[in-house]
């Protein structure tokens, strides 16, 4: 058990690389309750939400759509990376990082006082409201779910990612952190060692902090504070494609995104020497220098791994020196998506 974010969390059950593979090869679960989920509602939920984040809300029509965005501060850098659900037209819910959850929610609040619109925020954290988050991933999860919860399988199981369905107090949504399919299961915190146990007698082995890093960036997934923080630009991040810039819609950070173009490319390394690849390595190139975000052994390619930003000119292919202790490693940089549904893609 360690310390995450303020959270006592497991590392791992065991065996982190059991707990990775047994996620690309079969269905492994994580208690993701540290979570935070917010509750965004009022006749004014959708135009807050509209101002406050760089995707464009409007693209959730339909209950059940969910969205991946960042939330900026006004010069540009990422506050926060967040999933927010359209419950209804005037109902939302926003699940962010524990870290930042206290930081995030005094943000909203000052930002709804501003704007002066007709909102609540609620966070589903305490007492008798509060929420836990259960995310079961990996080829097998969908089965082993509906294993568990057989009166649930109707309501989720023509789910297309990035949709989810609530059934009753549950909010069932095809969403991830893995790079496989599988589900993120929203409940009240009262049920959730039950979900936990039902799901073990299925056959779903339980997983660790360990094993979800590294599977996250098998799967390219950024990793707020490692990644990007409040200093740096979603767009140097490698999350333009997140970033509304094209309709005239208005939000917090758009002009300093404007004013400051993308400063670096957000690629993908895979190592070519012996050796093992962390965060904050310098990254000597051709066109200059640049730095890994994150870095690790990958149990799936069996090669070390990072994600960096390195200068806008690098090229995929190209091969690059990382300083890893005293030595340059040579390392081919890739597209940052190394592996998906149980594959490698480099």
């Not at 989720?156 to 949504?173: D, S, T």
């Not at 590294?214 to 707020?224: I, K, V």
């Not at 975000?293 to 390195?310: C, D, K, V, Y």
Request: proline share 4%.
């Amino acid at each position: 058990m360690v310390d995450f974010g303020g959270w006592e969390m497991p590392l791992h059950y065991g065996s982190q690389i059991e707990e990775h593979h047994a996620v690309r090869r079969d269905a492994g679960m994580f208690d993701v309750s540290h979570m935070c989920a917010v509750d965004v509602r009022g006749s004014d939920a959708r135009d807050f939400l509209r101002r406050l984040l760089a995707n464009n809300v409007d693209r959730l029509q339909m209950p059940g759509k969910a969205l991946y965005s960042t939330m900026l501060n006004d010069a540009g850098g990422v506050i926060d990376d967040l999933i927010v659900y359209c419950l209804d037209d005037c109902n939302f819910r926003v699940v962010v990082n524990a870290a930042t959850a206290a930081a995030d929610l005094l943000w909203m609040a000052a930002r709804l006082s501003e704007w002066e619109l007709a909102a609540t925020i609620t966070a589903r954290r305490e007492g008798k409201d509060a929420l836990a988050m259960i995310a079961v991933q990996g080829p097998h999860a969908r089965g082993r779910v509906w294993q568990a919860l057989p009166e649930y399988r109707a309501a989720c199981e023509a789910l297309k990612p990035f949709f989810a369905a609530v059934v009753g107090e549950y909010l069932i949504a095809s969403t991830g952190y893995t790079g496989e399919d599988g589900y993120e299961i929203t409940l009240p915190a009262a049920h959730a060692e039950g979900l936990w146990r039902a799901l073990a007698e299925a056959g779903v082995r339980p997983c660790g902090l360990g094993a979800r890093d590294t599977l996250r960036l098998e799967a390219g997934m950024n990793l707020y504070g490692q990644d990007m923080d409040a200093t740096i630009s979603p767009l140097d991040a490698g999350l333009a494609w997140t970033i509304d810039l094209r309709s005239p819609r208005d939000f917090v950070g758009k002009a300093a995104l404007l004013a400051r173009p993308q400063q670096h490319q957000f690629l993908g390394l895979l190592l070519i020497d012996r050796g093992v690849l962390r965060a904050h390595q310098s990254v000597h190139t051709a066109h200059g220098d640049g730095e890994t975000t994150s870095g690790t052994f990958s149990p799936t390619l069996q090669r070390a791994i990072a994600l960096a930003r390195l200068p806008l000119a690098t090229t995929l292919g190209e091969v690059v020196q990382v300083a890893v202790r005293d030595k340059l490693l040579a390392a081919r940089v890739v597209k940052p998506c190394f592996v998906r549904n149980g594959s490698s893609l480099v």
